[in-house]
C-alpha cells in the first residue's frame, strides 16, 4: 500500500548513544517532515525538507540531525540521545496541493531514552 | 502567526452521546483547517479538511466541522458517539510557510 514508512517502530536507547530514524515515501511527494508527540503538547515540527536537497529547521530542532537522501527518503538523526528526547517520534510527506490536502503520516517511532 | 488552540485535552462521553471537540484558530489570513485522529498505537489520519468551499465540512466516520469566521472556530462533532470513537483527535492550521501547526490534543473516551 502507498504510504510514509517509518522504521524501527519501537527502540530504547541509553543516554548518550546514536541513533538514526528512517522514514521513505512512495507517493512521490516533495515534501517530508519530522515531528515529536509530546503528551500535552501536540505535535512539533524538528525539522522538513521542502525539495529533495534542502532542508530546515522546524520548532524544535536542538540535538538533531537529518538527511534528506533521495525524493523517496527523510532520516532523522540522534548523534547523543538524552532522556527529554523520549518522545513518539512521526515523519510526514505532502505533495504540491498539502494546503489543500494536509500530510500523509507514518505509524510512528516510540522512543525511550534512558 | 497562525495558531490553534483545543479546549479540553480529555473529553468523555456516553455512546450514543453527542460529541463535540473544540478547536479556534488564529489566523490574519483565510485559513485551511483540518482535523486528525490518532488511534492507540496507531499515526495521524486525516479526517477532514476546511479549504473556503463550504463551511460545513464532513469528512470520515460520521464527523463533520463548521466553519465560524466570526467565532474563529472549527469545531468538530459527531451526533452519536461509537465505542471506536475512543482516540486522540487534533486540530490543525496550515500556516503561511506551509507548514501544518497542531493543536495540544484531545482525547476522546467512549463509556459503553
Known amino acids: 500500500n502507498a504510504g510514509v514508512t517509518q522504521t524501527p517502530k519501537f527502540q530504547v536507547l541509553k543516554t548518550g548513544q546514536s541513533m538514526t530514524l528512517q522514514c521513505a515515501q512512495d507517493?512521490?511527494?516533495?515534501?517530508m517532515y519530522w515531528y515529536r508527540q509530546d503528551p500535552g503538547m501536540g505535535l512539533r515540527l524538528i525539522y522538513y525538507?521542502?525539495?529533495?536537497?534542502?532542508?530546515d529547521k522546524g520548532e524544535v530542532p536542538n540535538g538533531y540531525n537529518v538527511s534528506r537522501l533521495n525524493k523517496r527518503e527523510f532520516s532523522l538523526r540522534l548523534e547523543s540521545a538524552a532522556p527529554s528526547q523520549t518522545s513518539v517520534y512521526f515523519c510526514a510527506s505532502s505533495g504540491q496541493f498539502s494546503s489543500n490536502y494536509g500530510y500523509t503520516f507514518g505509524s510512528g517511532t516510540r522512543l525511550t531514552v534512558v | 502567526a497562525q495558531s490553534v488552540t483545543q479546549l479540553g485535552s480529555h473529553v468523555s462521553v456516553s455512546e450514543g452521546a453527542l460529541v463535540l471537540l473544540r478547536c479556534n484558530y488564529s489566523s490574519s489570513v483565510p485559513p485551511y483547517l483540518f482535523w486528525y485522529v490518532q488511534y492507540p498505537n496507531q499515526g495521524l489520519q486525516l479526517l477532514l479538511k476546511y479549504t473556503s468551499a463550504a463551511t460545513l465540512v464532513k469528512g470520515i466516520n460520521g464527523f463533520e466541522a463548521e466553519f465560524k469566521k466570526s467565532e474563529t472556530s472549527f469545531h468538530l462533532t459527531k451526533p452519536s458517539a461509537h465505542m471506536s470513537d475512543a482516540a486522540e483527535y487534533f486540530c490543525a492550521v496550515y500556516n503561511q510557510g506551509g507548514k501544518l501547526i497542531f493543536g495540544q490534543g484531545t482525547e476522546l473516551s467512549v463509556k459503553p
Open positions: 507517493m512521490n511527494h516533495n515534501s
Open positions: 525538507s521542502a525539495s529533495e536537497g534542502t532542508t
